[in-house]
């Protein structure tokens, strides 16, 4: 019942070590790359979180100021949007 096993030659043995080198090799760029990515994912998110809390933040903490130091022209309030006493007038124009 015990098989024998044959002995591996000298060119073989070579082939073997060769191929396992290079998928040693493979498992190495693999795993390289693979931490790159992660990394960049979390450079990523962290940018993102940056961009938006500086996108949303910014302007609620500038608008007093850029609305203290501009000067209201004919009761248009800031971006030219009417204000609610323009509304009601446009709404109910004989009161």
Known sequence: MSESVPPVTRDEFDALHTDAAAALDLAREN??????????????????????????VVPVVLYPFIVSHLPVTSGTPLFGLPSSAQIQKALHPGQ
């Open 31 to 56: 795993n390289r790359m693979l931490h790159a990515m992660r990394f960049w994912g979390r450079v990523a998110f962290v940018a993102k979180v940056i961009i938006w809390t500086f996108v949303l």
